[in-house]
């Protein structure tokens, strides 16, 4: 994983994202949506209504990034709440990523080793 700067806020959009947008539209959505700024360092998630698919946008500085993550198997844990963003730990971020429930780290799969 990247390090992330000390610092730096995470914040999870809650509700579903078109997966289609891009680092544009998301940046949007983190201005019009979350009333935060895009460009200001910190990390915004956004997640898929399958629940399988996650997007991270970040600026760092220097350039803006955007990851994306499937995962394999299960889903993603999201905050119910329909509209808004939730505030989480840069290691929250770190277990969110890996697949495992943020809230009350546990692993919840491995994928097994080919051959």
């Given amino acids: 994983m990247i390090p992330i ?20 539209s998301l940046a949007l959505r983190v201005q019009e949506i979350l ?6 360092g910190h990390i915004f998630c956004f997640r898929g209504k399958r629940g399988d698919l996650l997007k991270v946008i970040w600026h760092d500085g220097q350039g803006s990034c955007l990851f994306t993550r499937r995962l ?4 993603y844990i999201w905050p119910s709440l329909a509209d808004g963003s939730v505030t989480i730990s840069t290691a929250q971020l770190s277990y969110l990523l890996s697949g495992i429930d943020w809230r009350n780290p546990q692993e919840t799969w491995r994928p097994t080793r080919v051959g």
């Fill in 5 to 24: 700067p000390t610092g730096v806020r995470v914040w999870l959009a809650t509700g579903h994202t078109d997966m289609r947008c891009g680092f544009p």
């Fill in 72 to 75: 394999e198997r299960g889903r």
């Fill in 35 to 40: 009333k935060k700024d895009p460009l200001s």
